[in-house]
C-alpha cells in the first residue's frame, strides 16, 4: 500500500476541490462534477499555467519547476471539464491542480480517457462525480523536478455515477509512462485505488451503496 495522505490543505476552487500535498507539491487528488451542462460553455482555455495564488512559497510548486524537465504539466481536473466558466477555466491551469507527466501519458491515453468521460457525461446526460491524482511507491529514492518537486509512478481516475437508474463506478490506473491501450486495460474498481492509496473516497455515501459501486469495474456500462 502506498503511503495515505501525510500532508494536506484542502482547496477550493470554482469548478473542483484538491487536496494538495505540501511535501510532493503537488495535488493528493482532485474531485470535482462533470455534467452536459458543464460542458456547453465558452470560456476559453487559458495561454499559460500560473503558480497557485493562495499557497506559500515555501509549500507550492513553480513554473520553474517544470521547466526543461523533461515532463509535461499534467491537469488532474482538465480544462475541457471547465468551459462553463472563466474563472474555472483558468484555476483549471493552478500549478495545484497539476502533476509531472510524461508526454506519451498526457497526450494518449490519460487525454482519451477525459474525452471519454465527457462523451458519457453528454450521451448519458449523468451526472459524474471524479477523482483523480498520483499514486507514489518508491519512496527510497522517489524522482524529482529541481530537487522539489515529486514524480508519480502512477495516475487514478475514479468514476461514479448515483442518478437513479444510472447507478455505476469504475476506476482506472495508468503508470506514468506512454502506453497506447484500450480504456479497458486500465480499467479496476474504486475499492482497488482505496487500498493503493489508504484513501476513502466516497465515505459520504450510503454503506450498502459504497460497497456496490466501489467493487465495479465493467466498462461497458459506461460506453452504453
Known amino acids: 500500500m502506498a503511503d495515505p495522505i501525510r500532508r494536506e490543505r484542502i482547496l477550493k476552487r470554482d469548478g473542483y476541490w484538491v487536496s494538495y500535498n505540501t511535501e510532493t507539491r503537488q495535488p493528493n487528488y482532485v474531485s470535482w462534477v462533470l455534467t452536459a451542462q458543464r460542458l456547453r460553455g465558452r470560456a476559453q482555455r487559458a495561454q499559460t499555467f500560473f503558480e497557485d495564488p493562495e ?7 513553480t513554473l520553474d519547476d517544470y521547466r526543461s524537465s523533461g515532463y509535461d504539466r499534467g491537469h488532474m481536473c482538465p480544462a475541457g471539464d471547465n468551459k462553463w466558466d472563466q474563472t474555472a477555466m483558468i484555476e483549471s491551469f493552478y500549478l495545484s491542480n497539476i502533476c509531472p507527466q510524461r508526454h506519451n ?3 494518449g491515453d490519460w487525454r482519451i480517457l477525459e474525452e471519454a468521460c465527457r ?15 498520483p499514486i507514489f511507491k518508491n519512496d527510497r529514492s522517489p524522482r524529482l523536478l529541481r530537487r522539489r518537486v515529486r514524480v508519480p509512478d502512477q ?6 455515477c448515483t442518478d437513479k437508474g444510472k447507478e455505476k463506478g469504475i476506476a482506472f490506473l495508468f503508470d ?3 502506453g497506447e491501450r484500450p480504456l479497458n486495460y486500465y480499467a479496476c474498481s ?5 487500498h493503493l492509496t489508504g484513501i ?3 465515505a459520504s455515501l ?19
Open 55 to 61: 499557497l506559500p512559497n515555501s509549500e507550492k510548486s
Open 105 to 107: 501519458l498526457n497526450s
Open 119 to 133: 462523451e458519457w457525461a453528454r450521451r448519458g446526460q449523468q451526472k459524474i462525480y471524479i477523482v483523480a491524482g
Open 155 to 160: 495516475f487514478f481516475k475514479l468514476l461514479l
Open 176 to 178: 506514468n509512462r506512454g
Open 190 to 194: 474504486i475499492d482497488d485505488i482505496e
Open 200 to 202: 476513502n473516497f466516497f
Open 206 to 224: 450510503n454503506v450498502s451503496l459504497q460497497n456496490r459501486l466501489e467493487s465495479q469495474n465493467n466498462l461497458s456500462e459506461w460506453e452504453k
